[in-house]
């Protein structure tokens, strides 16, 4: 079967919204070290490989808001589109401490096969989607562990993150603390800002509103959990974005 670094639902959906999912997967295409980081089966299924539930929430939510979607088809171990081309944690070596065997010895070489092979293709798609209509509102969709080792828990049930933009962050905010039986995190578990960043990259250097929106993954590890968050936010987005006036 051929590899291919991205997946797109919906693109012809006429929503202004665009839903991208930056680490839906765990993938490790075989090019990469024969398809194995050299971890074991259960550190590629926790939060260090991949955003636990967010593909599936991505999906719904783009579903209920009738927009398309663009999922990452590579674990953010391989590469993390999430970062800049020049961020030093573009490739990690070790990760809330864990040691990636597959990337202790990564070169240059190295780097720019899995940039050309799954960054640059995925950002290229992204870029192409977000261009489709010249009103794009993009969300991006995270989730965290509910605690990192040696941390406190994390309270936060959503955090909504952004950088100096906050047109749409600013209202969902508000819907979201409208929500009597929701904890919400603003620029939590994370800073809103990372330069060279996703949401840099396809909305800020196009002024175009965005949100990234972290989701606990203790709340979205199955399906029907996933479906349930997607049919929640998807209606305080629409309220958000026509509170906002984008």
Known sequence: MTYHPYFIEGADRPARFLITCDHAAN??????????????????TRHIAYDVGAAGLTREL???????AIL????????????????PTLLMKLY????????????????????????????????????????????????FTPQLQGRPPRPWHVGVLHAADTRLTDPLVDHLRA????????????????????????????QRPNALLELRNDLIRDTADQQA???????????AAATAGV
């Open 27 to 44: 993938t490790v295409p075989e090019f990469v070290n024969g398809g194995t980081l050299g971890l074991a089966e259960a550190d590629m």
């Open 229 to 239: 968050w997607g049919q929640r936010l998807a209606p305080i987005l629409q309220r």
């Open 96 to 143: 809330d401490g864990t040691i990636i065997p597959g990337n202790r010895h990564a070169n240059e070489a190295e780097l720019q096969t899995r940039l050309n092979r799954c960054y640059r293709p995925y950002h290229t798609a992204l870029a192409e989607l977000a261009a489709r209509r010249p009103d794009t509102v993009i969300i991006s969709v995270h989730s």
């Open 179 to 206: 929500e009597q039986d929701l904890c919400i995190g603003v620029n939590e578990p994370y800073g809103g800002h990372l330069p060279g960043d996703a949401i840099a990259r396809h909305a800020i250097a196009y």
């Open 62 to 68: 783009a579903r209920q808001l009738d927009a398309p």
């Open 72 to 87: 990452s088809n590579f674990s953010r171990l391989v590469i993390d589109p999430n970062r800049g081309e020049d961020d």
